[in-house]
Nanobody
Framework: QVQLVESGGGLVQAGGSLRLSCAAS????????MGWFRQAPGKEREHVAS????????YSLDSVKGRFTISRDNAKDTVYLQMNSLKSEDTAVYYC?????????????????WGQGTQVTVSS
C-alpha cells in the first residue's frame, strides 16, 4: 500500500509559477512510476506527466511541454511538478498517482494509488 499526499496548489496569476509536491509513504517509493494528472471542471481527468523510478519522463500535453517539469527525489519519497508560465487553462485539480512498474504510463487505469488532489487556480 502506498499513501500519496499532494501539496503546493493555490491561486496564482497568469504567468506565475507553482511547484506541486507529492509525498509518498508505505512501500518503497523508488520502485514506482509516478504520474501527475489533472481534472478541470466538467472535463475528464487527463495525464500531465510521468516519471519512472530510473528518471525517465514523459509529457502528454503539448500545452505544458516546455512549461512543466516533473522530477523526483527518491531519498525524500517525493515527486514534484514545477509549473511555470501558468495559464488560465491550467486551472484544475492536480492528482498524484503511483504505478508499480518502471514505465511512464499515461493512462490513469495503469496507476494503482492516487492522492486526494490539490487545487490549482490561475487567474487571468
Amino acid at each position: 500500500q502506498v499513501q500519496l499526499v499532494e501539496s503546493g496548489g493555490g491561486l496564482v496569476q497568469a504567468g506565475g509559477s507553482l511547484r506541486l509536491s507529492c509525498a509518498a509513504s508505505g512501500r518503497t517509493f523508488g520502485y514506482y512510476t509516478m504520474g501527475w494528472f489533472r481534472q478541470a471542471p466538467g472535463k475528464e481527468r487527463e495525464h500531465v506527466a510521468s516519471i519512472t523510478w530510473s528518471g525517465g519522463s514523459t509529457y502528454s500535453l503539448d500545452s505544458v511541454k516546455g512549461r512543466f517539469t516533473i522530477s523526483r527525489d527518491n531519498a525524500k519519497d517525493t515527486v514534484y511538478l514545477q509549473m511555470n508560465s501558468l495559464k488560465s487553462e491550467d486551472t484544475a485539480v492536480y492528482y498524484c498517482a503511483a504505478a508499480s512498474a518502471n514505465y511512464p504510463y499515461t493512462r490513469s487505469a495503469e496507476y494503482d494509488y492516487w492522492g486526494q488532489g490539490t487545487q490549482v487556480t490561475v487567474s487571468s
